[in-house]
């Protein structure tokens, strides 16, 4: 949508802000939602017929810079990948977009070759805005997975998770207890930013899950951490605040996974940045993850 042409300059900035429209990225606007002729595309698994009614929504996907992870970790990990796990589709996804992402994510056997079904993947609307994919960060065979929430403008500039200020203070909370992205996997519960940094729709997570599902298979981590409360909510299926959540230990399972995995959640940093108060709870929560990390 144009805005109209009778508007005064203060009049316009206030129309794209209210779009979501925040900051500058080029000098020229680019129209995302301009049709492209449908390239032909390899990778995708033949979608099967529209789901029927009542059953559950999805969405869409972008380009994207290298993560350390990837570059560094030699493939195939040392660990065996696991088996691709029977394929029991979700029902629900008017479209039929969390379909094609779960046979998707499930074809891919390593890191590499899931950020690559990622790229090919048209199937989150979130892609048509973003200006990057963001995917991982760290290193895919580290024993630790930390999933965010969504890429905020940083993010999308750079193609990397956590890069603009909560990422600064997660890489501190990561010093804090001897660790650094050489050690840790960073992702996210979405794959593009969301406009205007708003909370990812469920469609856009129901959509994007299927490929966290199968990084944390792939990964196999040892402990997996929820930063805030939509990737709580996303990764341990429980609806309280992060406020009950955080210090508890849970259990993640999928039936791709030979055993379940320990799973936290976390304040989230931005939170901590407007709360600092609740960075004293979290220092504990810290070392909790700690002692995880080194029992047998
Ligand atoms: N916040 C998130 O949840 N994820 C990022 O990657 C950056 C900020």
């Known amino acids: 949508m144009a805005p109209p042409h009778s508007m005064t300059a203060r009049e316009l900035l206030e129309?794209?802000?209210?779009?979501?429209?925040?900051?500058?990225?080029?000098d020229r606007p680019v129209n995302r939602f301009e049709e492209k002729p449908q390239a032909a595309n390899p990778a995708a698994p033949p979608v099967p017929?529209?789901?029927?009614?009542?059953?559950?929504?999805?969405?869409?996907?972008?380009?994207?810079?290298?993560g350390l992870a990837d570059a560094a970790a030699p493939s195939p990990s040392p660990r065996e990948p696991p088996p691709e796990p029977p394929v029991s589709v979700p029902q629900g996804g008017a479209n039929g977009e969390v379909t094609a992402a779960v046979h998707l994510a499930r074809s891919a056997g390593s890191v590499d070759e899931l950020r690559r079904a990622l790229e090919s993947f048209d199937g989150c609307g979130l892609k048509k805005t973003a200006t990057n994919l963001v995917f991982t960060?760290?290193?895919?065979?580290?024993?630790?997975?930390?999933?965010?929430?969504?890429?905020g403008a940083e993010e999308d500039r750079q193609g990397l998770p956590f890069v603009g200020p909560s990422g600064k203070l997660l890489d501190k909370m990561l010093a804090s207890i001897g660790l650094d992205r050489t050690g840790v996997l960073i992702s996210n519960t979405v794959f593009w930013r969301p406009p205007g940094n708003r909370t990812p729709s469920a469609q856009e997570t129901a959509?994007?899950?299927p490929f966290l599902e199968r990084?944390?298979?792939?990964?196999?981590?040892?402990?997996?951490?929820?930063?805030?409360?939509p990737a709580a909510k996303s990764l341990l299926a429980e609806t309280t605040s992060v406020g009950r959540l955080r210090g508890k230990?849970?259990?993640y399972s999928t039936p791709g996974l030979a055993r379940p995995i320990d799973a936290t959640a976390l304040y989230h940093p931005a939170y901590l940045l407007r709360s600092p108060g609740q960075k004293r709870?979290?220092?504990?929560d810290w070392l909790g993850i700690k002692r995880k990390l080194q029992a047998p």
């Open 49 to 66: 017929p529209e789901p029927g009614p009542g059953e559950s929504k999805p969405i869409e996907s972008n380009g994207e810079k290298k």
């Open 207 to 209: 959509v994007c899950m």
């Open 215 to 229: 990084l944390i298979e792939l990964v196999d981590p040892k402990v997996l951490v929820a930063l805030g409360g």
């Open 281 to 284: 709870v979290t220092w504990m």
């Open 15 to 26: 129309w794209y802000a209210e779009a979501g429209v925040d900051e500058t990225i080029a």
């Open 249 to 251: 230990w849970f259990s």
């Open 137 to 151: 960060d760290g290193n895919a065979q580290a024993p630790i997975l930390f999933v965010g929430e969504g890429p």
